[in-house]
């Protein structure tokens, strides 16, 4: 069901992202708009996003896991009070600083006039970060609660908001129609999951909004898990930012490049990667509140060598299709030829790291749930210092390209690192089964690559919907046959968990 709604979302991303580049192409004044959007997105993403999320849904599922319903709730209103200060007294103040801050980071190399507009934009967009906040506690309750619809349903809204903006504003007021969808697509984000919350808070009787008691001994654990992983996410959210100065002296339109190819790369690592780790994140936290060890192997395990099933053809499949898949989804007004070779350039680096992005959302899972927020942090501090070093060298020789190419080679050996360390951590993985499972993947990777390559070149001229939708065809099947003939057991998983969920419905 989840996996269902995050293609929805990612499908509408998509469309969201062909929208804008019919508007805009690879222009300066979008380039403008998403370094604007990556200040409210850092300052979300380090203190409300990811962070609070991972320390907040195991304490809560813990103190659900007890029957103390009224402790749950108490723990939910603190934070959320929390939360809604921190992000305002945040938004505030970069909003009063905006013109030298992104002066001085995201648009640097930008002209004086693009720089007021990146600051004129990043003001009005600090309202999202409030609204993300709350929603974000929301959408850890209900998913404690094991319901996954409308938090799955939000982005959505989210991204409906956004083409609703693009469509019908941006012909008049241009890049400002983009960020008025954004924040009406923020409160829609809240919005639609309210009416389950509102279903699962009455279990509590105490009618009470806010909280602030900072004395609880949950709210000090959430706290605690916290503090860790938002330095872990501020560091990546730096090298996003370093990578946007870099970006930013490069000729125009490299911005929008890299962020059209980074959306893309996103749209399976979103439907495999993200939405098997939050339907399992709960499970993983009861697991762990249960001291249930050998079940949450087992659920490890599973869950890795689906995501790595799925995952590991979509890479390969973004590699030899870039350019088609690009000029299908992107390639018309405003975003030419040249525009779609830039986005490619950076989407075949960008695709390396593919299953290793969507990996990392299952490691990263796992720790948070074992109430290790520290090692994670770490590893990934280590990677962002590794990732920020290879852009440098590789800006030169490759462009933006080499940007990409730098985070991917950043995040395959963050993730090879939890692996071992996970493996230290709670023993036994599975990882022979693991091991075996991806070597029978990487056979099929290989076999349907070099499908689609001599493919690919041989229909070079063709129309990209004819070589992007029959390569997509071939590569499946050649894919999965041959992990039927490997006897790849996540084939029988996935069917019969699809069996399963279509028996329920």
């Not at 469309?15 to 990556?38: C, K, P, W």
């Not at 490049?257 to 495999?272: H, I, K, N, Q």
């Not at 959302?361 to 994670?376: G, S, V």
Request: with cysteine.
């Amino acid at each position: 069901m989840v996996m269902i709604f995050f293609i929805a979302s990612r499908a509408l991303g998509l469309a969201r992202d062909m929208v804008i580049s019919h508007q805009f192409g690879t222009s300066r004044e979008l380039d403008a708009y998403f370094a604007a959007f990556n200040v409210p997105d850092f300052i979300f993403n380090v203190i409300a996003g990811g962070a609070l999320g991972s320390a907040f849904i195991p304490t809560f599922s813990a103190a659900l896991a007890t029957g103390d319903a009224r402790r749950a709730w108490r723990l939910a209103r603190a934070i959320t009070t929390l939360t809604g200060i921190a992000m305002t007294a945040l938004a505030a103040l970069f909003a009063v600083f905006a013109q030298p801050l992104v002066a001085a980071t995201v648009a640097q190399g930008f002209a004086p006039a693009e720089q007021r507009l990146t600051a004129d934009l990043m003001r009005w967009m600090l309202v999202t970060p409030i609204v993300f906040g709350v929603s974000g506690i929301v959408m850890g309750i209900l998913n404690s609660h094991q319901h996954f619809l409308l938090p799955a349903l939000a982005p959505v809204m989210y991204n409906a908001a956004i083409i609703a903006g693009a469509v019908w504003l941006t012909p008049m007021l241009g890049v400002a129609g983009l960020v008025i969808g954004v924040i009406a697509g923020s409160f829609l984000h809240l919005l639609v999951q309210l009416p389950w919350f509102y279903r699962f808070r009455s279990q509590s009787a105490d009618a009470q909004l806010w909280d602030f008691d900072l004395q609880s001994p949950d709210v000090r654990e959430v706290i605690r898990l916290m503090l860790p992983r938002a330095f872990g996410i501020a560091a990546v959210q730096i090298n996003f930012l370093v990578n946007t100065i870099l970006a930013s002296a490069l000729p125009s339109g490299a911005i929008a490049a890299l962020s059209y190819a980074w959306r893309v790369m996103l749209l399976p690592e979103g439907v495999v990667g993200q939405s098997l780790a939050t339907a399992v994140f709960p499970t993983f936290s009861t697991q762990t509140a249960r001291r249930e060890l050998a079940e949450f192997r087992d659920t490890f395990s599973t869950t890795l060598r689906t995501t790595l099933f799925l995952t590991i053809p979509a890479s390969v499949g973004l590699i030899a299709l870039g350019a088609p898949y690009i000029a299908l989804l992107f390639q018309r007004g405003e975003f030419d030829a040249e525009s779609t070779r830039q986005t490619t350039w950076a989407l075949q680096f960008f695709a390396l790291a593919l299953c290793a992005h969507s990996s990392l959302e299952i490691l990263a899972r796992a720790f948070y749930a074992l109430h290790d927020t520290f090692t994670p942090v770490i590893v990934g501090v280590a990677a962002m210092a590794l990732n920020i070093g290879l852009s440098v060298a590789l800006i030169a020789p490759l462009a933006h390209g080499g940007l990409a190419l730098a985070n991917s080679l950043a995040t395959i050996l963050e993730t090879i690192t939890l692996i071992i360390l996970l493996r230290r951590r709670i023993g036994d993985i599975d990882a022979r089964r693991i091991a075996l499972s991806t070597a029978r993947m990487i056979v099929a990777a290989t076999a349907m690559g070099a499908a689609l390559l001599a493919f690919a070149n041989a229909f070079a001229g063709a129309p990209p919907l004819s070589v992007a939708g029959f390569g997509t065809l071939i590569g499946a099947t050649i894919y999965f046959a041959t992990a039927f003939a490997l006897r790849a057991e996540e084939i029988g998983f996935v069917l019969r968990r699809f069996q399963r969920h279509a028996k329920k419905s």
